[in-house]
């Protein structure tokens, strides 16, 4: 069997297996609370009214409009003219 040389790196594992060498149960409980709570929004926002399932897909629309758009002058895109 060959030895890993201080040169070579180690071999990187998930942070849920770095403490006790397994996988976590309170991670994979947390992950279970989280995906219950998100679940449980869903239940509490959902809605049959199609006037508020308009308005939802219109500020969807007009938000992916708006991400597609170019930045203003002057605004994002990188450091061009600063410093």
Known sequence: MRHQTPSE???????ATLASGSTSS???SSDSE???LVARWGREDATSDPEQILAAERDIA???Q???QP???GEGGGS???G
């Open 9 to 15: 790196p180690g071999q990187i594992q998930p942070a």
């Open 26 to 28: 309170n991670a994979l």
């Open 34 to 36: 989280t995906l219950d």
């Open 62 to 64: 007009d938000f992916k």
């Open 66 to 68: 708006a991400e597609n």
């Open 71 to 73: 930045p203003p002058p």
């Open 80 to 82: 061009k003219g600063k």
